[in-house]
């Protein structure tokens, strides 16, 4: 089993940077990636980006791409989330997950979930 835990959420104006961090904890030699998902109110999730625990290959979603930066720490388990020149509809719940398959882009794939932090982004 695998254990995930997000940190780092707030409330931010527009323009604004925020990290966020997630702690893996367990069977972390399992891990294929892990990845970070965000969830809006009346909206599905959707994928944020995700870093392959190997090789740190990134993959982002292209509504963050050139804002957002994912970034790991081996020997800390943890994973981060650089979130810069933030909008407004950045607004959500932002999930940490980590999945032991060969794909990062859906949700279903991903076997562990934290329970999410809330950034909110004002105008």
């Known amino acids: 089993q695998v254990q995930v835990a997000e940190s780092g959420g707030g409330l931010v104006q527009a323009g604004g940077s925020l990290r966020l961090s997630c702690a893996a904890s367990g069977r972390t030699f399992i891990i294929y990636a892990m990845g970070w998902f965000r969830q809006a109110p009346g909206k599905e999730r959707e994928f944020v980006g995700a870093i392959t625990w190997t090789r740190s290959t990134t993959s982002y979603a292209e509504s963050v791409k050139g804002r957002f930066t994912i970034s790991r720490d081996n020997g800390q388990n943890t994973m981060y989330l650089q979130m810069n020149s933030l909008k407004p509809e950045d607004t959500a719940v932002y999930f940490c997950?980590?999945?032991?398959?060969?794909?990062?882009?859906?949700?279903?794939?991903?076997?562990?979930y934290g329970q999410g932090t809330q950034v909110t982004v004002s105008s």
């Open positions: 997950a980590a999945t032991t398959r060969g794909t990062i882009w859906l949700s279903r794939d991903y076997e562990y």
